[in-house]
């Protein structure tokens, strides 16, 4: 599923549960400084919690096992009743259990350890999250980008060329946290969330609690945000996020008393003054700070450093935290190394892959193709695509992407020559790849019968920077982010939502609203418009038969089409006033099948 339509199932869910309403209402109340003390309740609600289960649910991690080994479908048999009370007291006096601890590997060679929390903690954790957000996300600052809604490394690429190229500030203070998950302090962070308004004692006795989670084969975390957790980014945003109006209270949101209209004339008002210019572009724990001369970013780097060991408690790395001078050297940045450079009368945004992504890239593709040379099978070359395709929806955001990725092709390219026996040189026949790289015809490799996507063949995609009212919590942000649904389907939503199989599993309640949606309130069979009354789920292959609550085995149909499948002699009787052309009978006679019927 792409990013896009990731928010838009986000927010339908939201609206499914009847939140959207009081997360919208947390935000106001959040930007009017309001203090909430009655977090819990919402928290605890049967509404979000079901929320809560519905979005891990469909996460990749949700088949991940903690220390308990669970997963989701540990907890899909449960009624509705049973999971709310069930979590509900589990709330109540929580207790998390033990974290289960494993390792990544970083891209400079060392390891990143993880935390994955046991599936129940992940729900609460969710919960929490849930709630949480709407209040952060209108205290924080507009010009951070890592790990909150609708933002993306894109935009965070996006605010660094606008610095460069429409401020003109050519000056980066490099600044690199030593090992910012696992330092955060505790006590400082449970401070930081109070000074934003989030006052509930119990919420954050819970939080509290999360922090100091026991780590397996470790102990008791004194420090630290482990990484893995759900909630662990929204917390490490609240750390950073002081550092953020630190610094835009620097110059930024300082009064002036030059006259001025709009944002862009504030800032050519204060230049006038002997202010010291700093703006900050930060994704998590990355964040660079541009000023406009030398003298300015040695006094900013100076202070920076002091003020993240003095109010954070965090350390910088000293040999990776300098000042660079674009238009003479580069600066690197979510895996894009930035340079100025001259065009016409002043000077742009020039940005490259770094050499160590250009190399990594280069070896990860090198690996799928020493395993197609092994295993010459399709799934092995779909895979290959998926990585390169991957790869040029990253960093096409480079000025100087395609530049970059003849270099990956001719470091791969003689690792490509092992396969010489095992591809052919052509033109395309997939209409996938036509569809993608069009452009790019000529003598391509086809191997298994799929044609590979071409390395060299990605173009640099702009991203404009981020429009500051989009927003998960107004409606005004949503209608930015996606069409609304159409009301006949939002009034079925609405309508299962208040009623409810309380006979039938939590799994077969939420998937049954996702595939009316996805059916777009009408029936499998004919196409006709669903209505209240005249819509039955049903299960593809009957739970007596071995039939799940999958997503897949569900369908919406008419009343009178599930008679159509149950009934096991269909007279002419039967069949009038019933329209079925040759594709809707098809169907019908596949779902009979399944319950054993013959078909009609």
Known sequence: MDTKAKKRKQLRNNEYYDMQEVYDQLYANAG????????????????????????????????????????IRDYESMNEEEMIAYFQSKMMNYNPKSVRRVEIPKPNGKMRPLGIPCMEDRIIQQCLKQVLEPICEAKFYKHSYGFRPNRSTRHAVARYAYLVNIMRLYYVVDVDIKGFFDNVNHAKLMKQLWAIGIRDKCVLSVIGKMLKSEIEGIGIAEKGVPQGGIISPLLANVVLNELDWWVAGQWEHLPTKHEYKGTNHKYTAIRKTALKEMHIVRYADDFKIFCSNPKTAEKVLTATKMWLKERLGLEVSEEKTKITYLKKNSSEFLGIKFKAVPKGRKYIARSHMTDKNINKVAENIKKQIKAIQHHTVKNEVVKLNSIILGVHNYYSMATMCNIDFHRVYFLVKPTMNRLKKNYTRGHPTNAIYLKLYGNYTTNIYNIAGIDVFPLYGVVLKKTLSFKQEICNYTKEGRNLIHSKLNNGLQVLIEYLMENRDEAETVKFNDNRISKLAGQNGKSFISGMKLEIGNMVCCRKQPKNKGGTDDYDNLVWITV?????????????????????????????????????????
């Open 32 to 71: 009017n400084n309001a203090k909430f003390t009655h977090l819990m309740q919402i928290v605890m609600s049967a509404e979000n919690i079901k929320l809560a289960y519905r979005n891990i649910k469909k996460n990749k991690g949700s088949d991940t096992r903690g220390t308990d080994g669970k997963t």
């Open 560 to 600: 009178k089409e599930q008679e159509l499948i149950t009934k096991v002699e269909i007279s002419e009787k039967d069949l009038v006033g019933v329209e079925l052309d040759d594709k809707a009978k098809k169907k019908l006679n596949s779902l009979r099948l399944l319950v054993e019927n013959l078909p009609i």
